[in-house]
Nanobody, 116 residues
Framework: QVQFVESGGGLVQPGGSLRLSCAAS????????MSWYRQAPGKERELVAR????????VYADSVKGRFTISRDNVKNTLYLQMNSLKPDDTAVYYC?????????WGQGTQVTVSS
């Protein structure tokens, strides 16, 4: 069955960095576009970044452009999100998503808290 193991979240001070990982199994990872979403308390889930199945194209939310980098390793079946210059507004639960046509799968989420 489809499984995701998300890791790398935690508490970090403003201006700090974190690297999220999402290790996938149970499907052909290299056939799926992958995304990171986040949901802050009281807010709707929002797209943070997306990467195509080949890794050749990426899309970012305006709020994270220039600070976050999405990448993937199709040999290790793992998705990454490098987050730099973190701000308190980045505090949220971060989810990885796999999508292909009408299929989509979601990770369980990892908490990121940016606070001094």
């Amino acid at each position: 069955q489809v499984q995701f193991v998300e890791s790398g979240g935690g508490l970090v001070q403003p201006g700090g960095s974190l690297r999220l990982s999402c290790a996938a199994s149970g499907f052909t990872f290299s056939n799926y576009a992958m995304s990171w979403y986040r949901q802050a308390p009281g807010k709707e889930r929002e797209l943070v970044a997306r990467i195509t199945s080949t890794g050749l194209s990426t899309v970012y939310a305006d709020s994270v452009k220039g600070r976050f980098t999405i990448s993937r390793d199709n040999v290790k079946n793992t998705l990454y999100l490098q987050m730099n210059s973190l701000k308190p507004d980045d505090t949220a639960v971060y989810y990885c998503q796999a999508v292909r046509y009408r299929e989509d799968y979601w990770g369980q989420g990892t908490q990121v808290t940016v606070s001094s």
